[in-house]
Every structure is written in structure tokens, then in C-alpha cells.
Nanobody, 119 residues
Framework: QVQLVESGGGLVQAGGSLRLSCAASGRTFSTYAMAWFRQAPGKEREWVAGIRGSGGYTYYADTAKGRVTISRDNAKNTVYLQMNSLKPEDTAVYYC????????????WGQGTQVTVSS
């Protein structure tokens, strides 16, 4: 069982930056691929970025490339999402998720953290 707790959301002006954190419980954090998703009001949840267990490979949605960086610190059981040049359309609840085999779906989800970008 893995428990995920996100933090770092908040209100920011357009063009600003935020760093989200996701702290995971358990001793096997490095065996899980991690990802960030987001869900805006009235929209489907969408994948934003992913990172392999070792941290050696990262993946980004086209809408996030160049503005977002996913990283992890396995010693701290934490994954991060650095977001720069934020836009109002980035406003959403951001969730982190963990998976042993991402192609089969994500096994564990956090409760989400709200990000609001004002224009």
C-alpha cells in the first residue's frame, strides 16, 4: 500500500511559478513510476508528466513541454512538479499517482492540490 500526499498548490498570477510536491509512504517508492495528472472544472482528468522509478526517464504532455519539470528524490520518497510560465488554463486540481506498470494504469492516487492561475 502506498499513500500519496500532495502539497504546494495555491493561487499564482499568470507567468508565475509553483512547485508541487508529492510525499509517498512505504519503503518501495523507487519501484514505482510516478506521474502528475490534472483535472480542470468540467474537463476530463489529463496526464501532465511522468517519471520512471529510477528517475532516469521523464515524459511530458505536449501542453506541458518546456514549462514543466518532473523530478523525484527517492531518498525522500517525494516527487516534484516544477511549473513555470503558468497560464490561466493551467488552473486545475493536480494529482500525483504511482504505478508499478504505468501502461496498465495507476495503482495509487493522492487527494489532489488546487492550482489557480489568475490572469
Amino acid at each position: 500500500q502506498v499513500q500519496l500526499v500532495e502539497s504546494g498548490g495555491g493561487l499564482v498570477q499568470a507567468g508565475g511559478s509553483l512547485r508541487l510536491s508529492c510525499a509517498a509512504s512505504g519503503r518501495t517508492f523507487s519501484t514505482y513510476a510516478m506521474a502528475w495528472f490534472r483535472q480542470a472544472p468540467g474537463k476530463e482528468r489529463e496526464w501532465v508528466a511522468g517519471i520512471r522509478g529510477s528517475g532516469g526517464y521523464t515524459y511530458y504532455a505536449d501542453t506541458a513541454k518546456g514549462r514543466v519539470t518532473i523530478s523525484r528524490d527517492n531518498a525522500k520518497n517525494t516527487v516534484y512538479l516544477q511549473m513555470n510560465s503558468l497560464k490561466p488554463e493551467d488552473t486545475a486540481v493536480y494529482y500525483c499517482a504511482a504505478a508499478l506498470k504505468p501502461r496498465r494504469g495507476y495503482d495509487y492516487w493522492g487527494q489532489g492540490t488546487q492550482v489557480t492561475v489568475s490572469s
